[in-house]
């Protein structure tokens, strides 16, 4: 069965009857993992702006609302969403559109996380019907009201396990004049960390540190303060090699390829590996050893894609990472095991008990276990 609710009380009035769990669905297009839940709950039908006040900064969307609405109403007023977060549609060959509650609620964030934060960090407020069929309100419409950011924070990257977000309040900023990236070519992945470490090290506020081939170092700013601290940056990167620029659109191009993972869209098996970047080469070497795969590397070396053509390389990965402090995830995959990485006991503790605070009855995409 599928319940399509087009407004908050008929969302809240359908799950406080329902009687069995159901999958939470936006757009449809972050299909990872597995969920055991037969039915559907459809959020796309409770859509639309709510509020926009581009002097306060400040953007209220229900839901469902289609990220590229929001992008063009943000666009129009020469604003944007920071935290630039991610679309999976090419990469995971899912169809649909895109919408901001599924963004928050995987907190998707993308290569300028290093600079700015992440989506939950851009969260305000939040609108939520929980699994007793209760409307909850938690945090504000403008950037001064702190009142329930923690909660607001759970919600961004808890994958619809606490709740199903009506709305969602954040915080936006303005577009930049220009951007450039700068390309420098490496010999492996310990150099390319110690390269974008030297670059996020500098005070040239750069805004994107990736390695797909290349290391790309990404610079935003007005048109004058950009060339400046692109010749700087030069300079900083002159022990490493050849530096190539790339400018504005083309650049702007770039990063979103980047940012949407597109060079791995044909690969069956892909892994989402975070950790401390100084240990991702660490990691990167035993995993060669053991399995072959691609990589690319984002977040100055904190965030590694790993395309494979085996399912083995995600066990490896899973278990490396509880041993060392950090998070993998099956992107692509059979999904006959979990997607996420199984919480360590501590965590496994805090998560159960704000699932039985928020749904005691397990209602909301049951047995995927997440860590957001």
Sequence with gaps: MKFTPKT???????????????????????????????????????????DYEPGALT?????????????????????RLSFEPMDHRTLLGT??????????AANVSGPRRISVGACRDFA??????????????NGGRVVKNVTGYDLVKLMAGSWGTLGAMSEVS???MPC????????LHVADAPVAVEAMSAALGSPYEVTGAAQNGPVYLRIEGFAPSVAYRLNALETVLARFGAVERIEAEASALLWRGLRDVTAFA???????VSLRPTDMPRFLAPAQAEHRFETQLDWAGGLAWLASDKESLADFAQSYCAAHGGHATRVKGSFERCAFQPEAAGVARLSHGLRQRFDPKGLFNPALMVRG
Excluded: N
């Excluded at 953007?59 to 604003?79: N, R, S, W, Y």
């Excluded at 169809?95 to 928050?104: M, R, Y």
């Excluded at 690969?267 to 989402?272: G, K």
């Design 170 to 172: 954040l915080k936006v």
């Design 266 to 272: 044909d690969h069956a098996f892909l892994t989402r």
């Design 124 to 137: 305000l407020g939040v609108r939520f019907v929980d699994g007793m069929g209760r409307v909850l309100k």
């Design 59 to 79: 953007l209220v969307a229900k839901a469902g609302t289609p990220m590229a609405e929001i992008e063009a109403l943000l666009a129009a007023e020469k604003q």
């Design 8 to 50: 908050e009380a008929e969302l809240a009035e359908i799950v406080a009857g329902l009687q069995a769990p159901v999958k939470l669905q936006g757009g449809g297009t972050r299909a990872i993992g597995h969920s055991i839940a037969q039915d559907v709950l459809d959020m796309s039908g409770i859509s639309g702006v709510v």
């Design 95 to 104: 169809q649909g559109a895109p919408t901001i509650g599924g963004a928050v």
């Design 176 to 183: 930049p004049e220009t951007e450039a990236t700068l390309a």
